[in-house]
């Protein structure tokens, strides 16, 4: 039975894959268990061979058992089944097979695809998240992008582990690796992962890998061999080959570039997928070395190697093989000695085999084959012999699915399986199988019965399978019923039948013929809208479908019927969609303003509601999502995809007699202009509308908007054509082009004809192509390649909608209705004059038209000039590119001869010429002349006698006839033409245009005078132009004009100069202008109108121009290239009155305007765009200002609307707040919110800002940006780089629970200002406020009554609070021993443990959470550490009276007290007076002399003294005492009065002791809080305790002293047991605090023992400092520590006036020291600079101009290296790399950067630093960049660059050192001795050898053994031996 098991398993087997899955022991080969056996031998089992002989018995005995009974039990049954059923192949036979030779060859299913097979596919599909790879046998698989290779998954993780966004994982996704990685068509091999269940069906999905980490798991460097075949992926591309990954990361390959064969080379990227051979494997470096190879299959044979396993077998492995037995579908071969596997009969190298295929093949015949398939588990090998796949590709695919061949010849009959055929496909025949279910639609017959072997049968194509290049297909009858799609063969629109084989809650899936699935969604079942599917979708049903859409391989179909059964036009894209067109939708959205209405493919259209039929109200009644519509179309914009709908069908049918058919000539009067268009009454019917848009004016582009601009209504068209209509309006044409040819432009398919050229004009323009209109709907489509003769070109800049072309009709296919044409000028050039006629006929039409206007000139000026004439001219000025004459008789006539037509002559101004005229320009005015003597000399030959010159024009020679190909000279270079002579044709003045029809935006040409070139005639001079028209032959050559009469024009053009400007465009900040030769210029908003002051401004500038008018302007600047080349020159105009009147002069557009701005200065800005936070204004041309949100209201609802407050183009009043000149930028703030601050507020940096606009009291707008945890309040923003804080209880006037909430991030509010200041430590700080009670504080006297405040009181001075004053506050920390609470933004309070409840309180963190409210009382204040005490307790103990107050009552100056020191500072002693609770100072000045220098060696805590009351403060609490020996004498002492109170004091002494341990700890009492004598200063502030104040907050105290149970005051409890508590704890407080002082002691003696014995005593104030600094004012080491010692104080600026003085003071010719001080000045600014990066950048620019640069640099790099400032440190690094390249510290800088961030660029710095470095500087920069690479990289790399440069300088015994030392570092035993070994084996200096043996037997003494020792020693004699010779 173990041998049956394991002979033939199901795949449905639990056990498969698992040694111990089965229910019984059973006998298993290569299980998980044997990966690594002892001796693998290709298949060999672990048991012994007796057993191995048993179980072959008795599998066998059990096989033929079974085989008996399934015949006898399924004779009747079932029918016979051959050995070619896929039930027969669910299993796979191994090597393992006994006795009998498996009957048939292993074929691959979906049955018996298991997790770790490995197989060799192709990929079908490379889509951004994933691979499709089609495997052996027809199945597919598919690879995620992170399972694609082992670089990818990696990279993954380090995305997910970065920091990075979403959004930049997403731009850096591996989707863009795949599509560059892999390609359709690439073999790769592949193991399965998993096998995935689609719905618990028999549907599966293979889950496949890439990954050579689990392709070649049990690959190590050990078992890798010369001459074996890996697979690898190419992990970098170096300079002479590849390193290459191999799926482990204990070794690396490396792919050398194939010599000869660059450009195969090339084709490789990184992370591709290779088969490799093995040629050299170095285990010493772990690389391994393979041969030169550029396939992605291996085609070397694999050779036999050690070691060989199952294991090490990979899928796409090239063997040759020796053929064992023919099996019955297929053959059993052995390769490699020891393995055995089978090649199924589809993959042998013929596939047209016949029934006699097996005679072929016989035992023993050596054949070439290529892994196809691994079973590790089975140790199954399928091969291939296919003769496409022993190559390394594909084998070729010449069919498709869904092609049907009516002549496919039967080749052999496989019994029930199916047939062979051979499918007459081009250019070769493809074999074909045909299953048994798709051979007919009968049941129950016989394939030899129905079909013979020869016979033609007709055959559909299914599928083709990829790898075995066989095409699967049908020959029943019922597979040519219906189409057969494919995703390309489904088209939007069409008619299909499907069945439904699924159905779910929201949609149903359909099934089309060829399996081929789509997408039936709910909504489109039915007519009405349902809430689940109808019955009749039943899954096997058949229903009729149209199709929606096919988008993305996603095809969703429709079943309503008005759908199915319409016989409307389709509308599947935005260029379907034509006006009037009248088809069917469905409503996708319902608006209160209309409905949209989608169709097909994506497309949409919006029916206004005006168009609905129906009234606003009935929309929701009448219509419904879902619902189909008949509507029409309105218009229709493709390039914007708008489509106008109508739900009306009118009634109003015009005849259609009266309508002009499509591609007649019609009349047209202008009715009516519209921005884009011109509505005409069609042949003089005031009911007959036609529209001609601007683009039809003309066929010329310029001329378009020119006409447009002068057509007045009432103007008449003579001619036009009709290119599309419907029942009420016509689309019209003018172009002439169009009239000329209207009989041969088509209408209608069938009127076109391939090869023919046709005019047209362009319709759509997109990316792949343009669309060519012709009449009516009739379009052709000229692709990007047969559009441009030059295929780099971009189809969207070279044609635009509208323009006229000629086409050459490529190809019409009359069932798709599709014509392909080309506009190649190469093919469709223009073969007349036709457009150059039209050309100079439209100039005409623009004469005429521009003399009929009122300020038009006269044209009478044109009978005196005729082309060819001579004219008398006046010079009127001589410019650099010509000359300018007028006309005496003609003032308004410009007359111009360029240099090239001077021809020498010399003119001055005031002379007067006589001229030939060569061109006029009616439209400008201008008539170009020419002296040039060969012209005026045929001039005046032919004038003398010459009485046929009437007839002819004068100058034309006889020989001139039409077609005649002729050479011309340029004469004269315009914008659209060039003026050219004949010289053979007696210079005869002809004109040729420089561009096509179809050429117009092209690039053109560039021609100079004095050029020949060939030309054609193209039309003889005939009226009206009477001009000689010519063709070049160059035309598909554009011209670049660069002499132009517009480049002229331009020139002549000047600041100052006034213009007749057309309006073009009026946009929201600009308006564009055309003016003299069509040259563009913009005036900008704030060039419109003045403003005053006294005046309100126009808050529409723009209202009062239109398109078209014309208004004079002045030039204020010259004219700019513009960034796009594509673009004309755009000239700076101004129609201000104030510029016009010359008022105000205009500069030079190079002289930028002057920046004269003040803080406060009133200016009118205008809205160029809004963001969210911030407007852009408008200031002047050059000039723009800021606004920021909060700078333009205090009102929340208003900074809310902050982006609809304001629009583009808008005046607004502002102020300047604040000026950067060099940005040229303002911040600017709204008039009516800066009025409410002070005029004189404003700044130009953060600090003014803060300071100078914000002060206490002002109310103003502010933005939450955080909102604290806990008690921490709200973080909101007032101004752009300032914040301030609220308070936890300056939210709200009432003591509410939580009053934050409510408030959220990024909501505005309005805020108080309360204080404004600085911290300790430096920073700025803004206290704010959101209490009603303070920003209404305006509103509490209205009424004339008072409101009551005292609820709302915020206490921000702890003297305002007494005991057993009631106070609310929220819990801020909560520890075990208490808690603290904020009483206000000034005052924290404290609650014992005991004083937190009545009651017991086990856990106060849970009673009392943070920011709890809670009610209490006072207990005491403290006034010198201003501690609060507060208990929430209901009943409070008995308290006794301040004790203090009665003692320094009784107190009178002149005392003499006893007392304890309690602390020693440097300013004096704190003393305790004994028998009471007051702390008194005895400052420094009243210690006795000879201690007052040692204070802390003389006075040590707790020591016992006398001293004198000199000055009592009853108020503040403070006791100054003297200690000097002349105050002692002669006074008495005071003791306390014996009362009640002095009792318990003296019952309690001990406690007495520690009662301010609390002030102690916490250094609450400092200089300026305790009273001195009056000749001390009471203001004076010790650096340490401003240090400790500042770093100690006041939350970090303890509860020490309060564990006893004591506080401020005696508290009386009845509780006897406390007191014996008390002095318990007290004694040992005692006895600590002893030993504590004991040490400290011992501590400050020894410290003031160094500073007796130190003569030099560090200085301690700011005299001493400038003492030291007079004395050695060179010393930066004095400067700098004073510079140190006024931070300490935390005064900055003080610092900052240190280093200028010392800057100023130091010699210059001490460079150093002034360097040092350079360098202090930058730390100082790096920290306290406010704005940092500003501050030191400014600093840093001053010192490199005194210092050394490179020093200061690498001072700054430090500096930020060490505030961890990185970003600034890599920008500084990459700018010194520029500027120091020659250093090579900064190269090493650098690098070591790079290394410490882990960046993989060192490696290029490298090779950027050896070329920058001088070659004397090479040795030392690579030594170090390795040492580098050692410390910090990658040891690899470093060991290169040291064996780069030791094999350049093999004796340097330097290197070797250092090299050796790093390696010694690493502990790499085999290396170092490798190493050693390779330096004592050089020839060397006997010294040098000496210390290179002393290195190696060190080394070996400390890491070797003895042995190793004596071969040291011994190599060294050998060498001393050799050395010294016999």
């Not at 299953?435 to 020869?454: M, P, Q, R, V, Y």
């Not at 050029?1011 to 028209?1029: E, H, K, N, Q």
């Not at 700076?1132 to 002289?1151: A, F, I, Q, Y």
Request: glycine residues 8%; contains cysteine; aromatic residues 6%.
């Amino acid at each position: 039975m173990a041998a049956k098991k394991f002979t033939k398993r199901k795949a449905s087997d639990p056990s498969r894959g698992t040694p111990d899955g089965a229910s019984k022991p059973n006998i298993q080969i290569g299980t998980e268990d044997d990966e690594a056996p002892d001796f693998p031998r290709g298949g060999g089992g672990v048991l012994s061979r007796v057993e191995v002989e048993q179980a072959r018995t008795e599998a066998e005995a059990e096989f033929e058992t079974e085989e008996r009974t399934r015949e006898n039990l399924g004779k009747r049954k079932r029918p016979r089944k051959t050995s070619f059923e896929d039930d027969d192949l669910g299993s796979l036979f191994g090597e393992g097979f006994a006795g009998k030779l498996p009957r048939l060859a292993n074929k691959i299913t979906i049955k018996n695809v298991l997790p770790g097979m490995k197989m060799l596919g192709v990929i079908s599909e490379v889509n951004p998240k994933d691979l499709v790879v089609s495997l052996p046998g027809g199945l597919r698989g598919y690879v995620r992008a992170e399972e694609a290779s082992d670089l990818l998954a990696e990279n993954k993780l380090n995305e997910i582990s970065s920091n990075k966004t979403a959004r930049q994982r997403k731009n850096e996704a591996s989707s863009g690796t795949l599509l560059s990685v892999f390609i359709v068509g690439q073999l790769v091999p592949c193991i399965v992962l998993d096998v995935e269940h689609h719905d618990g069906k028999e549907k599966k999905r293979i889950l496949l890998s890439l990954r050579l980490s689990l392709l070649q798991k049990g690959l190590t460097l050990d078992l890798v061999q010369e001459g074996m075949v890996i697979n690898a992926n190419v992990k970098s591309i170096e300079d002479h080959g590849y390193i290459l990954h191999l799926g482990s990361s204990s070794f690396s390959g490396f792919l050398p570039r194939s010599d000869g064969n660059e450009k195969g080379d090339n084709s490789i990227g990184k992370g591709q997928l290779l088969q490799v051979v093995v040629s050299n494997v170095d285990k010493v470096r772990k690389v391994v070395s393979f041969k030169p190879s550029l396939n992605y299959l291996c085609i070397n044979l694999t050779k036999e190697y050690r070691g060989l396993s199952v294991d090490l077998l990979f899928p796409g492995m090239l063997v040759e093989a020796h053929l064992k037995s023919v099996l019955a579908n297929g053959v059993l071969v052995s390769f490699l000695t020891y393995f055995t596997g089978t090649v199924d009969i589809f993959n042998l190298e013929n596939l047209f085999l016949k029934s006699s295929w097996k005679d072929m093949y016989h035992i023993g015949m050596r054949v070439r084959a290529r892994i196809l398939f691994i079973d590790p588990i089975t140790r199954a090998v399928g091969l291939t012999m296919n003769p496409h796949l022993l190559q390394g590709h594909l084998p070729p695919s010449h069919v498709r699915a869904g092609d049907v061949y009516e002549d496919a010849r039967i080749i052999r009959i496989d019994g029930r399986s199916g047939l062979l055929l051979e499918v007459s496909s081009s250019p070769i025949h493809t074999p074909a199988y045909v299953k048994t279910s798709d051979a007919t639609d009968e049941e129950g017959f016989k394939l030899e019965t129905k079909f013979k072997e020869g016979n033609v049968v007709r055959v559909r194509v299914l599928d083709f399978r990829q790898m075995e290049g066989l095409a699967i297909c049908a020959v029943k009858a019922s597979a040519f019923e219906e189409s057969y799609f494919t995703h390309a063969d489904v088209k939007p629109g069409m008619v299909v039948r499907g069945k439904v084989i699924k159905i779910e809650v929201d949609a149903a899936v359909i099934q089309f013929l060829g399996g081929l699935k789509a997408l039936c969604p709910l909504q489109h079942m039915s007519e009405h809208s349902l809430a689940k599917p109808p019955k009749k979708f039943k899954v096997g049903v058949d229903l009729v479908f149209r199709v929606l859409g096919g988008k993305s391989k996603r095809i969703t179909v429709t079943h309503k019927r008005t759908l199915v059964k319409s016989k409307l036009s389709i509308v599947a894209s935005y260029i379907d969609a034509t006006e009037g067109m009248v088809t069917h939708g469905w409503i996708a959205k319902i608006e209160k303003h209309g409905c949209l209405v989608r169709f097909y493919n994506g497309v949409q259209g919006f029916t206004h509601i005006s168009e609905l039929g129906i009234n606003q109200s009935e929309i929701d009644s009448c219509y419904h999502v879902g619902q189909v519509v008949k509507c029409r179309i309105l218009s229709a914009n493709p390039a914007s995809r708008r489509i106008n709908l109508s739900f009306k069908m009118s009634s109003e049918r015009r005849i259609m007699v009266d309508i002009p058919e499509l591609g007649s000539i019609v009349s047209g009067v202008v009715g009516q202009l519209s921005p884009s268009a011109i509505i005409v009454h069609v042949n003089g019917k005031s009911d007959l509308k036609g529209t001609i848009a601007m683009e039809h004016l003309a066929d010329h582009l310029s001329h378009g908007s020119r006409l447009k601009a002068l057509i007045k209504p009432g103007y008449e068209f003579k001619k036009l054509l009709v290119l599309d209509k419907d029942s009420k309006r016509m689309l019209l044409s003018a172009k002439r082009s169009l009239i000329s040819s209207a009989d041969q432009i088509p209408s209608d398919i069938s009127q076109v004809q391939s090869g023919s050229v046709i005019h047209g004009y362009i319709c759509n323009v997109i990316e792949n192509g343009c669309f060519v209109r012709y009449l009516g709907h009739m379009t052709g489509f000229a692709s990007k390649k047969n559009a441009l003769d030059d295929h780099g070109g971009s189809v969207t800049e070279c044609f635009c909608i509208g323009q006229s072309v000629r086409s050459h009709v490529l190809e019409v296919n009359a069932e798709s209705r599709r014509v392909k044409v080309s506009l190649k000028q190469s093919s469709c050039y223009s073969s007349d004059a036709s457009f150059m006629e039209e050309y100079f006929h439209m100039e005409d039409e623009i004469a005429m038209l521009q003399q009929s206007e009122p300020e038009g000139s006269d044209m009478k000026w044109m009978d005196s000039f005729v082309v060819g004439s001579m004219v008398e001219a006046e010079v009127q000025g001589l410019k650099e590119f010509g000359v300018v004459v007028s006309f005496k008789k003609y003032p308004d006539l410009v007359g111009f001869i360029t240099n090239y037509q001077l021809d020498g002559n010399n003119v001055g101004v005031g002379s007067t010429v006589k001229a030939l005229v060569i061109d006029i320009s009616k439209v400008d005015n201008i008539v170009d002349l020419s002296l040039k003597h060969s012209l005026i000399e045929e001039y005046q030959r032919k004038a003398f006698g010459h009485s046929r010159s009437k007839k002819r024009p004068r100058g034309l020679g006889k020989d001139v006839i039409f077609g005649d190909t002729v050479n011309a000279v340029v004469e004269l270079i315009k914008d659209n033409y060039l003026v050219l002579s004949l010289p053979e044709h007696g210079h005869a003045i002809g004109y040729a245009l420089s561009s096509d029809y179809n050429t117009q935006k092209f690039s053109r040409k560039k021609y100079v005078e004095g050029a020949r070139v060939v030309a054609t005639i193209g039309m003889l001079p005939s009226p009206p132009s009477g001009r000689l028209l010519l063709l070049l032959k160059s035309l598909s050559e554009q011209v670049k004009c660069s002499s132009s009469k517009k480049d002229r024009k331009r020139t002549l053009l000047s600041v100052g100069s006034i213009v007749g400007a057309e309006i073009t465009d009026i946009r929201a900040s600009e308006i564009l202008t055309k003016f003299s030769l069509g040259l563009h210029g913009r005036i900008y908003i704030t060039e419109v109108c003045d403003h005053d002051d006294h005046q309100p401004f126009d808050l529409n500038p723009f209202s009062k121009f239109r398109i078209g008018q014309t208004l004079m302007a002045k030039i204020i600047a010259k004219a700019s290239k513009p960034k796009d080349t594509a673009k004309s020159y755009t000239w700076e105009l101004s129609v201000r009155p104030s510029v016009l009147s010359g008022k105000v002069e205009t500069s030079d557009e190079n002289s930028r305007e002057d920046f004269d701005f003040s803080n406060g200065q009133h200016v009118i800005g205008y809205v160029i765009n809004v963001g969210d936070e911030w407007a852009r204004l408008a200031i002047s041309r050059l000039v723009k200002g800021d606004l920021f949100v909060l700078d333009t209201s205090t009102d929340p609802s208003e900074l809310q609307e902050f982006q609809k407050r304001f629009r583009p183009g808008q005046p607004l009043s502002c102020y300047i707040l604040s000026i950067n000149k060099d940005k040229r930028r303002l911040r600017l703030g709204l008039t009516d919110v800066v009025r409410q601050l002070d005029d004189k507020r404003g700044g130009s940096d953060m600090n003014q800002d803060l300071f100078g606009r914000i002060r206490e009291g002002d109310i103003i707008g502010g933005k939450i940006t955080e909102v604290l945890p806990g008690v921490g309040g709200l973080v909101i923003q007032i101004s752009p780089h300032v914040f301030g804080k609220v308070h936890f209880t300056e939210v709200t006037d009432s003591w509410v629970s939580n009053p934050i909430d409510g408030y959220s991030k990024g909501q505005f509010v309005r805020c108080r200002v309360l204080e404004v200041g600085r911290s300790a430590n430096g920073a700025f700080y803004v206290d704010l406020s959101l209490r009603d009670s303070f920003i209404n504080s305006q509103a509490i006297n209205l009424g004339g009554g008072t409101v009551d405040l005292s609820s709302s009181k915020r206490f921000t001075k702890s003297d305002d609070l007494y005991p057993n004053m009631e106070v609310k506050g929220y819990v801020k920390v909560v520890t075990e021993k208490g808690c603290f609470i904020t009483l206000s933004r000034k005052i924290d309070a404290r609650i014992l443990l005991s004083n937190l409840s009545d009651e017991y309180i086990e856990a106060p963190e849970k009673g009392f959470p943070v920011g709890k409210l809670v009610h209490g009382r006072v207990l005491s204040v403290e006034p010198l550490s201003k501690r609060v005490d507060v208990s929430l307790r209901t009943k409070l103990p008995r308290v006794t009276p301040d004790i203090n107050i009665i003692d320094m009552q009784s107190f009178k100056a002149g005392n003499i007290i006893s007392g304890k020191i309690r602390r020693v500072e440097p300013y004096g002693l704190f003393i305790t007076i004994d028998h009471t609770n007051t702390v008194g100072l005895c400052h420094v000045s009243e210690v006795p002399d000879e201690h007052r220098d040692s204070l802390e060696a003389r006075y040590c805590a707790g020591e016992k003294v006398m001293a004198k009351i000199l000055k009592i403060n009853v108020e503040q609490g403070r006791v100054s005492l003297g200690m000097k020996t002349s105050c002692l004498g002669g006074h008495h002492t005071i003791t306390p009065k014996a009362n009640g109170i002095g009792k318990k004091i003296a019952d309690n002494a001990a406690a007495n002791d520690v009662s301010n341990i609390f002030m102690e700890k916490n250094g609450s009492m400092t200089a300026d809080e305790v009273a001195v004598d009056d000749n001390v200063t009471n203001d004076l502030l010790i650096p340490s305790q401003i240090k400790s104040r500042a770093s100690v907050l006041p939350l970090e105290v303890t509860f020490d002293d309060e564990e006893l149970g004591l506080g401020h005051q005696v508290v009386d409890f009845d509780d006897s047991g406390i007191t014996k508590t008390v002095a318990e704890s007290c004694a040992a407080e005692k006895r600590r605090l002893k030993r504590k002082a004991k040490v400290e002691r011992e501590l400050q003696i020894k410290a003031a023992e160094d500073k007796l014995l130190n003569e030099d005593a560090a200085p301690t104030s700011v005299d001493d400092f400038e003492k030291l600094v007079r004395s050695s004012p060179n010393s930066s080491y004095l400067w700098i520590k004073y510079m140190a010692f006024m931070l300490s104080l935390r005064d900055v600026p003080k610092a900052r006036s240190v280093a200028e003085r010392a800057l100023a003071t130091i010699n210059m010719r001490v460079e150093g020291e002034k360097l040092n001080v350079w360098i202090a000045y930058l730390n100082l600014e790096n920290e306290y600079g406010i704005p940092r990066k500003e501050a030191v950048e400014k600093i840093f620019e001053r010192a490199c101009q005194s210092c050394d640069s490179k020093k200061l640099h690498l001072a700054l790099l430090g500096t930020y290296e060490r505030t961890g400032q990185q970003e600034l440190a890599n920008e500084l690094l990459n700018g010194m790399t520029k500027k120091f390249r020659t250093s090579c510290k900064v190269w090493l800088r650098y690098i070591e950067t790079l290394l410490k961030q882990g960046k993989g660029e060192a490696q290029a710095v490298v090779n950027r630093a050896i070329l920058s470095l001088g070659q004397w500087k090479h040795i030392k920069f690579i030594s170090q960049a390795a040492m580098l690479e050692f410390k910090h990289g990658l040891p690899d790399r470093g060991r290169s660059m040291f064996e780069k440069i030791l094999r350049t300088y093999p004796k340097r015994i330097d290197l070797w050192n250092v090299y050796l030392d790093h390696e010694i570092r690493l502990k790499d035993q085999e290396l170092i001795r490798a190493l050693f070994e390779r330096a004592t084996s050089l020839s060397l200096p006997p010294k040098k050898m000496k210390s290179l043996f002393k290195k190696y037997l060190c080394y070996e003494k400390s890491c070797g053994d003895e042995e190793r020792v004596e071969y040291v020693k011994r190599k060294a004699m050998e060498y001393v031996e050799s050395a010294t010779g016999p």
